[in-house]
């Protein structure tokens, strides 16, 4: 898991991980009895305290934490390196590190985007069935914002779009070339954390845009970390689905289909 250690899946995932642990490791053979999850992020303070938490819950042999900067090839390649080596295996990537500031929008694009495909890439070395992996499922964090326009955040909605085709391509060219490894996002709405912080001063050279994303917030609401975490644990476990797009709403979750122009 990719940017664990605060928002939207913080403590939360790794409860609910264990919580669906029987599902997801019916999904591979090699498994073994129990799941174990390896928490990746570049911020170290925050990881220090919540791995102190989570070990005392599940206990040191099931946890790891790596600090690693999605934006740093190596550090991404030797924490993957360093999962297979404690953990024997890779199944199931979360890539959820991003970050919302128009004003260093090369940064951004960098994190959000170019993050994301270098991890995937990366991450396919070891999981791709034609070079000897068990297969396995990726599920990118995207948001609303992959599907239509954040109008103050031109930059983050790029990004996001370029989540969402990516994913979708990639689902599939794994099929196609026969990797055995799904690849999902998920799209969800506003969700109180640290990135929903501060507005104005991320929106950059669009803050005088600021009502009109409130109007937004107001319109789709605020939707709970849990029911974030409930649609990436169905975008694992569920497989029939492979290049779904699933945006979480406050009210309810939908696959949002890819349109078709050769149709
Ligand atoms: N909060 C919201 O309303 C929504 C957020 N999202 C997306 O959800 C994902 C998580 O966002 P939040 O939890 O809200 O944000 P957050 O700021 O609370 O957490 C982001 C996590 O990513 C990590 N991170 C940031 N840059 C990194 C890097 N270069 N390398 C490694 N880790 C890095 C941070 O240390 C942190 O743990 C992001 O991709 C965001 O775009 C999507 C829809 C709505
Ligand atoms: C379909 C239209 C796009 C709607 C996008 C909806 C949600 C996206 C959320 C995110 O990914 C980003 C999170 C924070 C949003 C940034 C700005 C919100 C401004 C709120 C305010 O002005 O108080």
Redesign the pocket.
Known sequence: MIGAFVGIFEAQFSQCFWAHEEAALGLWTDCGSSLQVALLDMNKTEAESLMQTLTKQYGQERLLFLHCDVEQEEQVKAAFQKTMDTFGGIHILCNNAGI?NESTWEKMISVNLVGVIRATYLVLEHMNKLKGGQGGVIVNTA???G????V??PV?TAS?HGVVGFTRAMSAASALSGYGVRVNCLCP??VQTG??SN?PA?LGPFSHL?DG??L??EK?GIVNMSQVVEAFFELVTDETKDGAALLVFQQERKYMPAVSVTD
Not at 147 to 150: A, D, K, S, T
């Open positions: 919302l948001s609303l914002a599907i239509g326009p954040l103050s955040c983050y996001k709405g506003f990135l929903f507005i991320r600021k994303t409130q937004l917030v789709f």
